[in-house]
């Protein structure tokens, strides 16, 4: 299935203004794969990093050429409705929905700071989350799954700083997760700065 990347209107240039794209799209054919960002995203590290579905740690680890370890902040269950409900539907749902924020650290600097509202469909993807505690990318590895990427807000600032909203889905998970990343990440010696 093909991943699209859609931005929001909230999308802007690093100075502020307004982007007139309004989509792009992550085509996935047989020899062919294609994500076409906006052009004012020149750096091609970051282009990488906002198109990473699910393997930015590998991507960060080899960016920095060292380990990259996930710290979790919070991992916590968000209670589900209160009250009886008369819809079937919702009453059979036994899916579980977790708030998760982590930072991504290298060198004991931190490279990325991720919340997440995750909601686990499967039994194995409760088990995995919960109690084997993996991180999200590895969630869908251990489970053999290429989830569906969409890519649905970036925003930059004029330090370098910028974040990027996007889902990730498949039919154990859906997750949508903000990424935020420091100002000078970019660098390959960011984490070896003062």
Request: aromatic letters at 6%; glycine letters at 4%; a neutral charge.
């Amino acid at each position: 299935m093909p991943a699209t990347c859609s931005n929001s209107n909230r999308d802007r240039h690093e100075d502020g203004t307004q982007l007139t794209q309004k989509s792009w799209r992550d085509e996935r054919k047989e020899r062919e794969t294609a994500c076409i960002l906006p052009a004012h995203i020149t750096n091609p590290i970051q282009r990488i990093i906002i198109t990473a579905s699910g393997d930015l740690q590998r991507i960060l680890s080899a960016l920095y050429n060292h380990r990259i370890h996930v710290d979790i902040i919070y991992n916590e269950v968000v209670p589900s409705g209160t009250g009886s409900s008369t819809n079937n539907a919702a009453a059979a749902d036994t899916s579980l929905s977790i708030d998760r924020q982590v930072n991504l650290i290298c060198n004991s600097k931190i490279v990325c700071r991720a919340t997440s509202a995750i909601k686990l469909i499967s039994d194995r993807a409760k088990k995995l989350l919960l109690l084997q505690k993996v991180a999200i990318g590895q969630l869908f590895m251990q489970l053999g799954v290429n989830p569906e990427f969409n890519l649905l807000d970036l925003g930059f600032n004029q330090d370098t700083s910028f974040y990027r909203l996007y889902s990730l889905s498949s039919s154990d998970v859906v997750c949508e997760i903000k990424e935020e990343f420091p100002a000078g990440m970019l660098d390959p010696l960011f984490i070896h700065l003062s």
